[in-house]
C-alpha cells in the first residue's frame, strides 16, 4: 500500500506560487465583500452599478491570476481551496496545509498540455486586441518589434511543449481531441473580454506573456521530459497522431472573433442613441452575428493522422 500523499504548507513553496495563491484569496474576500455591498445598496441603481463593475473587474482579476497559477504547475485543489477560503472569509496564512494535489511527483501529463492551451488561446487574443488597439491609438503598427517577436517565440514554445507532454505521455486519440480543439466561441470570449480592457490593463497582459521567462520556463520543462523519457526524440512532433493548433491559426481565429466583437460593440452604440430600443438592439445584434455565431459553433472537421487538432498553418520561428 503506497503512504499517504504528503499535504504542503503554503510556506514550503515557492514564493511566485505562494503569492499568487494570496492573491487569488484575497480578490475572492474581496468579491464577497463587493457582493455584500450591492446587496445593501439594492435601491440605489448608480450605487449599485458602479459595484458590480468593481465586482467584474475583481473576478477578472482573479480568473486570469488563477490561469497563471495552472501554468506554474499548481493544482485545481489547491487553486479552488483558496478561493473558497477567500469567499467564507476564513484566513489565508504560510501554515495553511494545502490538499493533496491528486498528481505523482515528476512531470506533468495531460494537465499542463491542457493549460498550455489555454495559455495560447489567451495569447491569440490578447495578441489580436492589441493590434485592434495600435491601429486606433499608435503611429506605429508595433512600436516595439522585439517584444512582439518574443510574444510570438513564446507562443511557439507553448506550442512545442503541449505537443511533447502529448507524445511523451502517448496521450489517445479521444484526450488530444479534448484538450486541442479550442472552440471558436471561447476565442469570442475572450476576445471580448480584453476588449473592455483600457490600453495600460491589456499592456500589462501583453508584457507578461512577452517575457523572455516564458520560454525559458518552457525549456527547463522540456528538460525535464527528456530526463523522464530517456531515449525518446523530441525534437519533432509525432507526425501520426493529432496535434495542438498551431499559434498562427490560432491568432487568424482570434482575428475572425475581433470582427464578430467589433460589429457587435459598433451595433450597440449606434441602436443605443435610439430612445426605447433596448428589445430592437438584442435583437438587432443577434440577427447581425446569428450567421458568424452558427459558423463558430460548428466543430471543425475531423484532421488526419499528424496534422494539428484544426487546419495546420506554418509555426512562427524555431523551437524554444
Request: glycine share 4%.
Amino acid at each position: 500500500m503506497s503512504e499517504p500523499q504528503a499535504r504542503l504548507r503554503v510556506r514550503d513553496l515557492p514564493v511566485e506560487q505562494a503569492g499568487m495563491l494570496d492573491r487569488i484569496h484575497a480578490l475572492a474576500a474581496r468579491a464577497t465583500e463587493l457582493q455584500e455591498v450591492a446587496r445593501e445598496r439594492a435601491g440605489d441603481t448608480t450605487a449599485v452599478t458602479a459595484v458590480l463593475q468593481q465586482l467584474r473587474l475583481t473576478d477578472r482579476d482573479r480568473a486570469m491570476t488563477e490561469i497563471r497559477a495552472r501554468a506554474t504547475g499548481m493544482p485545481d485543489s489547491w487553486i479552488d481551496d483558496v478561493r473558497r477560503l477567500g469567499r467564507t472569509g476564513q484566513p489565508f496564512t504560510g501554515d495553511l496545509r494545502l490538499p493533496p494535489s491528486g498528481r505523482a511527483p515528476g512531470p506533468r501529463s495531460s494537465g499542463r498540455a491542457l493549460d498550455d492551451m489555454h495559455l495560447m488561446t489567451e495569447m491569440a487574443a490578447v495578441l489580436v486586441t492589441r493590434e485592434h488597439l495600435l491601429a486606433i491609438y499608435a503611429a506605429t503598427a508595433e512600436p516595439d518589434p522585439v517584444a512582439a517577436e518574443q510574444f510570438r517565440r513564446n507562443m511557439q514554445a507553448l506550442w512545442t511543449r503541449a505537443s511533447r507532454t502529448a507524445d511523451a505521455i502517448a496521450m489517445s486519440a479521444r484526450v488530444r481531441a479534448r484538450t486541442f480543439h479550442v472552440r471558436d466561441t471561447i476565442l469570442h470570449e475572450q476576445v471580448n473580454e480584453f476588449w473592455n480592457y483600457s490600453p495600460d490593463e491589456l499592456a500589462v497582459v501583453w508584457d507578461r506573456h512577452a517575457a523572455p521567462s516564458v520560454a525559458s520556463s518552457v525549456r527547463r520543462s522540456l528538460g525535464n521530459l527528456r530526463r523522464a523519457h530517456p531515449g525518446r526524440d523530441f525534437s519533432t512532433a509525432n507526425p501520426d497522431v493529432d496535434q495542438p493548433p498551431k499559434p498562427a491559426l490560432l491568432i487568424e481565429r482570434a482575428r475572425e472573433a475581433v470582427h464578430l466583437v467589433q460589429v457587435r460593440h459598433y451595433m450597440h452604440t449606434i441602436l443605443s442613441e435610439q430612445p426605447d430600443t433596448g428589445r430592437v438592439i438584442d435583437t438587432a445584434i443577434a440577427d447581425a452575428t446569428l450567421a458568424d455565431a452558427v459558423e463558430l459553433d460548428n466543430p471543425m472537421p475531423d484532421s488526419g493522422p499528424g496534422q494539428s487538432a484544426t487546419t495546420a498553418a506554418p509555426a512562427h520561428g524555431p523551437d524554444p
